[in-house]
């Protein structure tokens, strides 16, 4: 057995490498960071050469890449990045959370679908055109669920609806416009389920939207007042109102940390794991709740 120590190679966009990321790294058994913001494309290559070329054998296994950073698309271009650095079985595990936006579209949809058959349920993904939005509506289409992405603007959920992946989708997405109360009360009144994606401390659905309509479950990402779903708490987990099953913020973050600190712990076990929003929703069903 290796004695060197597990040494994660944290690569942030961001000028300041993620704080929260690096305690639960260290929570979940990395034993050395090596910590890099202000991450470019052009960086990274080296950056894991560096880690890749000086342990071989099973001690590759000791050593791991963290992809992170506020802004999604540029930490989606650091991962692949990091990815085609490597040849052959001279490789490490790598991981990619940036903004969080795996960790908690893996926990919410795997939540979801432990109350629903998304195979047979329309779901409207309120705000979906922010990172975490567009990877829940990701693993709904994976999942085969009838999936409403909207914003405030028609055009930017056209666009979010076009960017997402078809090949491994079953499900369907359609953009829908809630700029108006009217458009979101028709919207809700026709789906089983929502999942309110929107910008931390902005109410997205009404209670009086909710109230009236016969939704079978609500899941809110926004953890800051006031919540994306009013009337329901932050820390709800599987909360009965009415017929309806509601998860607040923190109800889904205690998943998602679960999630996170799986991931890191089996970085270390193989050097040959991806972890993107779809090994991390695949890694959530397999942890005890
Ligand atoms: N529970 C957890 O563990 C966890 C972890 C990470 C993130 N989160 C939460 O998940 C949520 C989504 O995160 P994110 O980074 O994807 O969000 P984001 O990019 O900040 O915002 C998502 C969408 O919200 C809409 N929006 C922005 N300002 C708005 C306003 N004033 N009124 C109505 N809609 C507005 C925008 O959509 P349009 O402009 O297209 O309408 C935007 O694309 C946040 O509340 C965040 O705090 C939770």
Redesign the pocket.
Known sequence: MSEKRRILLQLDTDAHPSVFDAVVATDAGAEVLLRHGNVEPADVRDLVYGLMFTRGGEDLARSAVFVGG?D?AAADIVFDQVRDAFFGPVRVSVMADP???N??AA??VHLAQQHIDLATSSVAV?????????RVARLLLRCGARTFV????LE??TA?VDQLPTESASGKAEPVE??SPDQLRNLIAGVDAVV???????C?LPKSVWQTASLKLMVD????PPL?IEGIQADDRAARYGDTIAYG??G??RL??KIHKAAIRRLFERNDQVFDVDALFELAATLDE
């Open positions: 506020g999604v903004s969080g936006a960790t908690t926990a919410a309120l705000a979906a055109t922010g990172p975490v939005g567009r909207t914003s405030r603007s930017r959920a979010l809630t700029a309110a994606a929107g910008t931390t401390g902005v997205l990402l926004n953890a800051v994306g913020a923190l889904v973050g998602k940390m």
